[in-house]
């Protein structure tokens, strides 16, 4: 379970998060929705203990995430912009997390199954397609077998095969009893896959529940998140 309470983060004059408040249940899959700069990012650092909030609190299961006392076990994250040093092979780059978590070797190669990347599980990272360095992304947030995914922007870049391949795992991942939340900008793709959806725009919620709730009204979700983010944009 994930709880964020009253959150808030400044850069500098910069207000990028401005009291949050939110939670995401087991067994759904939740969007965090919002334009470019809305503060979707911001959260989500906060939330996985790589920025300090300036008020408030985000907590995984109870306990802010350097408090979790097995990480990667409790909760598994693909970041924006993160990615492998490229001159490694995908298998070395998944077992030094492993190794690094206390996490059993085979669980690198059960992993590099799940994500459909056996075969290319020697090649160097920097031949990899952007779909390829996704689907790596997402073997190492499930290292640790976690009941909570966070994945910001999953599914940026990748062609209709990735996405589909992206939705129906974390559809599946949810139906199991295990908690999604990830973050995206493409409303369509969101229709899609999300149950739940948490509307964000200028750092503050605009809108949060089951999808129905939020394009009730709308001729589609699309036209939802410019009704309710319209002339509010983060940047
Ligand atoms: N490290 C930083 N230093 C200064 N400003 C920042 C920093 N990180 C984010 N911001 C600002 O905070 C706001 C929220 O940014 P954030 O990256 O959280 O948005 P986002 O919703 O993830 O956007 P995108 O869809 O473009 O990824 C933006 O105005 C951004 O410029
Ligand atoms: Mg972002």
Not at 3 to 25: M, P
Not at 41 to 68: C, E, F, N, Q
Not at 178 to 200: F, P
Not at 213 to 231: K, M, Q, V
């Amino acid at each position: 379970m994930i709880e964020v309470s009253r959150l808030s983060k400044r850069y500098g004059q910069k207000v990028a998060v401005n009291d949050v408040s939110f939670t995401v249940e087991p067994g759904r899959v939740t969007g965090f929705l919002g334009p470019n700069g809305a503060g979707k990012s911001t959260t989500l650092r906060v939330l996985l203990g790589l920025d300090h909030p300036d008020g408030g609190t985000a907590l995984i299961d109870g306990r802010r995430y350097r408090d979790l006392r097995h990480p990667l076990r409790t909760v598994g994250a693909l970041l924006d912009g993160a990615g492998p040093v490229p001159e490694r092979r995908a298998i070395d780059h998944l077992t030094w997390i492993a190794q690094s978590n206390r996490i059993p070797r085979r669980r690198v190669r059960e992993v590099l199954e799940l994500v459909g990347l056996s075969d290319a599980a020697r090649q160097r990272v920097k031949g990899y397609s952007l779909g390829m360095a996704q689907r790596l992304g997402i073997a190492a947030a499930l290292l640790g077998d976690p009941e909570i995914l966070v994945l910001d922007e999953p599914v940026n870049g990748l062609d209709p095969d990735g996405i589909r391949w992206v939705r129906n795992f974390l559809r599946e991942y949810a139906a199991s009893g295990r908690t999604v939340l990830l973050s995206s900008h493409l409303m369509t793709e969101m229709a899609d896959t999300a149950d739940d959806a948490i509307v964000i725009a200028g750092g503050r919620i605009v809108a949060h529940g089951p999808l129905g709730d939020i394009t009730a009204g709308h001729p589609s979700l699309e036209a939802a998140f410019f009704a309710l983010t319209g002339g509010r944009v983060g940047w």
